[in-house]
């Protein structure tokens, strides 16, 4: 522990000189993007759009076949709250003496400031009676030394019941986000952020059932969470389109969705560079209770909401009918550069 409080506050002295350095002009400013970067998103559409068909159907083929890890929340099982009388106790020793009681999974969670400790035991076969001599042989196991204060049994009814709730929960957030952005922007950008979205949690489900990371409430959590930073970084793209789209009434739709990804590029990668070292902390240190969590967010957030903001949530619009409505413009040697045209792109070629 001393060794760790070390580091940390090594690390937090050399990012406050580093900032003071950079603030005081001794040290450039770091761009990661350059201002003018003009890469051609749009054209991986005919890759990006194939690529994640096949994946969401292997998802969902893994998902109905291998099916997901689902953790005590969900299974139900025996639930104990308890406490060391005299000395705090340590959950190495304590998780040592419950696996070799051979219940299978076992879950320890300490929280609070008492060195108060959650133990989680997966619904063992045989009824409630079952589930009673689960609370006697943890009770004979650990001795006279603890103080329970809570002993719950968690039946599938309950599981069931939690399962239901967190499913509910989803389906009113995608709606709520559909909801939003139809009145935020238009029906176009509201369904091509829902199929975005969706896609999103495709995908994670497929992968914490290639995986078999724990399914409870903490993967309910990360999904509604991974819903929320993926809609956050595709509004941020949309906002810029729907801008382009007022400034730019004679550009192609292709050269203004390029600019709109590229002009919000360097926030992209900031936000997910920092985002993946706080999540890759919390993967690494965070221990056991919140490890679904965490690998859930790092695939989630970091992996795919990247890749669908810029490949999939962007190109859908011009599937989707955005672009139908611009004004078409065929430009004659008499006529002047149109100056609502940003240099280096075309305008729009005329429909027949």
Not at 37 to 64: E, G, M, N, Q
Not at 119 to 144: F, H, I, M, N, S
Request: a neutral charge; hydrophobic letters at 45%.
């Amino acid at each position: 522990m001393a060794t760790q409080t070390i580091i940390f506050w090594g690390l937090g002295a050399a990012a406050a000189v580093l900032c003071l350095l950079v603030l005081f002009g001794v040290i450039p400013h770091l761009r990661i993007v350059p201002d003018d970067t003009k890469f051609d998103f749009v054209r991986f559409r005919r890759i990006s759009f194939p690529v994640s068909a096949v994946l969401s159907i292997l998802a969902l083929t893994l998902y109905f076949t291998h099916g997901l890890n689902f953790g005590i929340d969900f299974k139900g099982g025996t639930l104990l709250e308890i406490q060391g009388k005299t000395t705090p106790l340590q959950i190495g020793s304590l998780r040592t003496q419950l696996d070799a009681l051979g219940y299978g999974e076992v879950q320890l969670q300490e929280f609070g400031t008492n060195g108060e400790i959650l133990v989680r035991v997966a619904e063992q076969p045989g009824g409630e009676k079952a589930q009673q001599d689960v609370v006697t042989r943890v009770k004979q196991t650990l001795g006279e030394n603890v103080d329970y204060r809570r002993v719950e049994v968690v039946g599938p009814r309950v599981s069931q019941e939690l399962l239901g709730y967190g499913t509910i929960g989803i389906i009113a957030a995608i709606f709520c986000i559909l909801v939003y952005l139809w009145f935020r922007f238009e029906w176009q950008f509201a369904l091509g952020a829902m199929i975005a979205n969706v896609h999103d949690l495709v995908l994670t489900i497929g992968f914490m059932s290639i995986t078999q990371v724990d399914f409870d409430l903490t993967s309910i959590a990360a999904l509604l969470t991974i819903l929320g930073y993926s809609l956050n970084d595709t509004v941020v793209i949309y906002d810029r389109i729907r801008e382009m789209l007022r400034k730019y009434k004679k550009l192609s739709m292709a050269d203004l969705l390029n600019i709109s990804i590229n002009a919000t590029l360097s926030r992209s990668i900031i936000t997910h560079v920092t985002v993946a070292g706080a999540l890759l902390a919390l993967l690494l240190f965070g221990g056991h209770a919140i490890h679904s969590f965490a690998a859930t967010m790092m695939f989630g957030v970091v992996l795919v909401g990247t890749y669908t903001s810029i490949f999939i949530a962007s190109p859908i619009l011009i599937y989707l009918g955005v672009a139908e409505g611009r004004t078409a413009h065929i430009e004659t040697p008499e006529e002047k550069p149109d100056s609502s045209t940003p240099p280096g792109t075309k305008p729009a070629p005329a429909r027949r």
